[in-house]
C-alpha cells in the first residue's frame, strides 16, 4: 500500500486520475475503520488532509460553498446561523472526536442512507461539486447524487470539492431516532427547510430507503396547502390536521427495510411522527421569525 | 514509509510504517507510549483519545501518515515534572479508576473540556466524555473526578 499526500488541489486531481486503486481518505472515520478491520485493502491511500481548500467554506452567491475537507465540529461552530439544518445533524454525529475528524465530504464519499448530512443537504437544495482533472468541475444536486446503497455518481477519477449549500431564508428542523444520544448511527431520520423565499418546502429522509431521499409529493402537498390558506402571509397557526396530513405523505415516501436496528413498519411511524414534529417546529420559529418579512 | 511527528513535545521518527497503520499503532507498538488504549479501533471507545495539533481524537482512526509533521500529545505528556497532571490527581482521589482501561482516554478528554471551559456544568461534561466509554465505574465516580478537577482549577 502506498501513501500518497498531496498539498495542492491540482496534484490530488492528478494523483486521483493515476492511481484508480487509491482511496481518498479525508478525517478517516469511515475509511480507518475499515482498514482497522481488513475490511479493505486499497492499493494507496490518497490524503486529502494537506488540501487548503477544502478545508475552507466561503460565502458565493447567496450559498455556502463549504469545501469537502470542512469538519462537522466547524460546521456547528461556524454554520449554526447559516445552515442550521445541516449543524443541527452535524451536532448529532457520533462524539466529539468523531465531529473534530469527521467531514461532509466523507459522509457524501461513504453515502451510507444512514449518514446524518443527507437529509439537510437534500432538504436545502444543496448541490455537491465535483472535479476531475480531464474533465474539469460539475455540479450535481444532492437528490441525483446518491445512486444506491454507499453509491453515489462520482465517476472514478473524481473528487469531492465542495458542496454548494444556499443560505437558510427560514427555519430548518432535523429529527434522528436513536437508541441514546451520543454515538448513535440513525434508525431514522428527517430534515425539513421551510424556503418563505419561494413559498416551498424541502425535505430529507434518512436511513429509510436504499438511498437517502426527498419526498416530493409531501414537500409540493405543504407548501399548496399553505398557500391556499395564506398562511405564508399571515404566520397563522399550522392546523394539526395539516402536519398529520404532511407525516403520513412523509412516511408514505420512505422505502424501509427490517434491520438490527429496526423494522420497516418502525421507521414508517417513526418518519410519520418525526415529519409532524418538524413541520410544527420550523412553522412556529417560521411564526416568531422576525428577521425576514413574509 | 517514514512517520516524523512530535509526541510529548519531541521529535519522534519511526521507519517502516505500514501506510494503512493507525497513529494509535505507532505510538503504542512502535514508540513504548502504551498508555494510550486500543480496546475498539472503530472510534466507538474513547479510550485511545490523543491531542492532534490541540485537538482530541481517536488515535485508532487517524492513519500514521496523517500525523506527518503534526503535534501528538498522548496521556504520558500530561503529567509534569511535578507528578500527575491535576486531572489525573482527581481520577484518583474520586475513585474513578477501576480497571482503568478506559482512564487514559477520559483523562485527555477531561483534560481538553477544562482547558476550554472554566466551570463546565454536568451536560457539558456528559457531553465532552460522550466519546468514552467505561465499563466498570457506570461514570458517577468519572463525573466526581472531572467536578473536582474543575473546582481545583477554578480555586488555583
Ligand atoms: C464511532 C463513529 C460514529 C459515527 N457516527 C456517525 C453518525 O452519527 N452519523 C453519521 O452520518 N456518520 C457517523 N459516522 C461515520 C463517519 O464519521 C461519517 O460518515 C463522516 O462524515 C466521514 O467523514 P470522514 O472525513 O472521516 O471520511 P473518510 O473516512 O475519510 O472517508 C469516507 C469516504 O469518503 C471518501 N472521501 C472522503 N473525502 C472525499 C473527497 N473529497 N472526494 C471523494 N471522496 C472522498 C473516502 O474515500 C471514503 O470512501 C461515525 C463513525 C464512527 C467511527
Ligand atoms: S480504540 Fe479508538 S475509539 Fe476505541
Ligand atoms: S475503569 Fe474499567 S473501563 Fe473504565
Known amino acids: 500500500m502506498d501513501f500518497l499526500q498531496p498539498r495542492t488541489w491540482q496534484d490530488a486531481l492528478a494523483l486521483r486520475a493515476e492511481r484508480p486503486d487509491a482511496l481518498p481518505i479525508a478525517g478517516g472515520t469511515d475509511v480507518m475503520v475499515e482498514i482497522n478491520f481488513d475490511r479493505r485493502r486499497p492499493g494507496a491511500l490518497l490524503d486529502l488532509g494537506r488540501v487548503p481548500e477544502l478545508r475552507e467554506w466561503t460565502p458565493d ?19 449554526g446561523e447559516r445552515l442550521p439544518g445541516l449543524a443541527m445533524a452535524a451536532r448529532t454525529v457520533g462524539s466529539p472526536q468523531i465531529r473534530i475528524r469527521g467531514t461532509v465530504g466523507g459522509n457524501l464519499g461513504a453515502a451510507s442512507p444512514a449518514g446524518d448530512s443527507h437529509p439537510p443537504l437534500l432538504a436545502a437544495e444543496a448541490t455537491i461539486e465535483v472535479v476531475s482533472a480531464a474533465r474539469g468541475r460539475r455540479e450535481i444536486p444532492a437528490a441525483e447524487f446518491y445512486t444506491g446503497v454507499k453509491r453515489n455518481a462520482l465517476a472514478a477519477d473524481e473528487l469531492i470539492a465542495a458542496v454548494l449549500i444556499p ?48 419526498a416530493p409529493e409531501a414537500e ?36 424501509p427495510i427490517d434491520d438490527v436496528r429496526g423494522t420497516a413498519a418502525y421507521r414508517r411511524h417513526a418518519l410519520s411522527v418525526m415529519a409532524r414534529r418538524a413541520a410544527t417546529w420550523a412553522w412556529n420559529d417560521y411564526r416568531t421569525d422576525s428577521r425576514k418579512a413574509a | ?115 476550554r471551559v472554566d466551570q463546565p456544568s454536568d451536560p457539558e461534561i456528559r457531553e465532552a466524555l460522550a466519546g468514552n466509554l467505561c465499563r466498570c465505574t457506570g461514570y458517577e465516580k468519572i463525573l466526581d473526578a472531572v467536578r473536582l478537577a474543575a473546582q481545583r482549577q477554578a480555586a488555583r
Open chain 1, 167 to 214: 443560505v437558510a431564508s427560514g427555519p430548518q428542523q432535523f429529527c434522528k431516532i436513536g437508541t441514546r444520544n451520543a454515538m448513535v448511527i440513525a434508525v431514522t431520520a428527517f430534515a425539513l427547510a421551510l424556503h418563505p423565499d419561494r413559498r416551498s418546502v424541502g425535505t430529507g429522509i434518512g436511513s429509510a430507503a436504499p438511498t437517502p431521499r426527498r
Open chain 1, 61 to 79: 452567491d447567496g450559498r455556502v460553498r463549504l469545501g469537502a475537507g470542512v469538519s462537522y465540529a466547524r460546521v456547528i461552530s461556524e454554520l
Open chain 2, 1 to 115: 514509509m517514514r512517520v516524523t511527528t512530535t509526541v510529548n513535545g519531541t521529535e519522534r521518527e519511526v521507519d517502516g510504517v505500514w501506510p494503512g497503520e493507525s497513529l494509535l499503532y505507532v505510538l503504542r507498538e512502535r514508540l513504548g507510549l502504551p498508555g494510550s488504549k486500543n480496546a475498539c479501533e472503530q472510534g466507538e471507545c474513547g479510550s485511545c483519545t490523543v491531542y492532534l495539533d490541540g485537538e482530541p481524537v481517536c488515535s485508532c482512526l487517524v492513519a500514521a501518515g496523517q500525523a506527518i509533521g503534526r503535534e501528538v500529545t498522548t496521556v504520558e505528556g500530561l503529567a509534569g515534572d511535578g507528578g500527575l497532571h491535576p486531572v489525573q490527581e482527581a481520577f484518583v482521589e474520586a475513585g474513578a479508576v477501576q480497571c482503568g482501561f478506559c482512564t487514559p482516554g477520559l483523562v485527555v478528554a477531561a483534560h481538553d473540556l477544562l482547558e
Open chain 1, 220 to 255: 409540493e402537498f405543504l407548501a399548496g396547502e399553505l398557500a391556499d390558506a395564506g398562511l405564508w402571509e399571515t404566520r397563522g397557526p399550522l392546523p394539526e390536521t395539516l402536519a398529520r396530513a404532511f407525516g403520513d405523505r412523509v412516511a408514505a415516501a420512505a422505502d
